[in-house]
C-alpha cells in the first residue's frame, strides 16, 4: 500500500515539473516573439527616411556586458552539473557566482544607459531608433530580474535541503531559463551593433 501511494505520488510529480517545463518553454518562445517584433518594429521605422536610425556609436559597456552574461551562463551550467553530481557546496558557490555575474550585468546595463544620456541619447526623443535601444535592453533586464529571482529560489531550494531530484529540477529550470536570457542578450547586441 505504501508503495503505490509512493509510485502515484512520483507520477503526479513527474507530471508537475512536467508542465513546469512545458509552461517556461512557452514563456521563453513567447519572449522570443516579443523581441523579434521589436526588432521587426525597428527595421520598419528605420527604412522610413534616412534621418532614422540609431546615430550613434552603442556604448562599449556592452561589450563587457556580453563577457558576463557568458561567463554567468557558463558558472550556471557548472552549477547545473555539481547538482547532477551531489556536490552540493560547489553547487551552492557557483550559483552565487552566477548571482553575482547576473547583477553585474545589470549595473553594467545600467550605466550604458548613462552613458547613452551623456551622448544625448534619451528615452523619448524625435528619434524613435534611438528609444529602441532602451526598449530592448530595459526589457532585456526585466527578464534578467526575472532570472535572478530563479536563481536565488534554487539557491534558497539547495540551502533548505530539497530532495535531490527537486533540486536537479530547479536547476535545470534555472539553468535552461538563464542560457535563454545569454542567448537573447547576444541576439540584441548584435541586431543593434549591426543597425548601428
Known amino acids: 500500500m505504501i508503495a503505490m501511494v509512493q509510485y502515484t505520488q512520483n507520477k503526479e510529480d513527474l507530471a508537475q515539473q512536467k508542465a513546469k517545463k512545458f509552461n517556461l ?6 519572449m522570443f516573439m516579443m523581441f523579434a517584433a521589436l526588432s521587426s518594429g525597428f527595421i520598419v521605422y528605420t527604412a522610413g527616411g534616412v534621418d532614422k536610425g540609431i546615430k550613434t556609436l552603442l556604448p562599449h559597456a556592452f ?11 557558463v558558472t550556471m551550467q557548472l552549477a547545473y552539473i555539481a547538482a547532477k553530481k551531489t ?15 547576473g547583477f ?11 552613458v547613452l544620456s551623456s551622448r ?7 528619434n524613435a531608433s534611438q528609444s ?32 535531490q531530484v527537486s ?17 537573447l542578450w547576444i541576439y540584441i547586441y548584435v541586431f543593434l551593433l549591426l543597425n548601428q
Request: glycine content about 10%; hydrophobic content about 65%.
Open 104 to 114: 553585474g550585468f545589470f549595473a553594467i546595463q545600467v550605466y550604458a544607459w548613462g
Open 87 to 101: 556536490q552540493f557546496a560547489r553547487q551552492k558557490l557557483l550559483l552565487v557566482a552566477t548571482l553575482i555575474l
Open 132 to 163: 529602441f535601444i532602451y526598449v530592448f535592453t530595459g526589457m532585456h533586464l526585466a527578464h534578467i530580474l526575472a532570472g535572478i529571482i530563479v536563481l536565488v529560489r534554487a539557491l534558497v531550494g539547495r540551502i533548505s535541503g530539497v530532495n
Open 63 to 73: 561589450i563587457y556586458s556580453t563577457l558576463l552574461i557568458i561567463l554567468s551562463s
Open 25 to 30: 518553454w512557452l514563456g521563453m518562445i513567447g
Open 167 to 183: 533540486n536537479v529540477f530547479r536547476m535545470d529550470l534555472a539553468a535552461l531559463f538563464w542560457h535563454f536570457l545569454g542567448i
Open 120 to 126: 544625448g541619447v534619451v528615452f523619448v526623443n524625435n
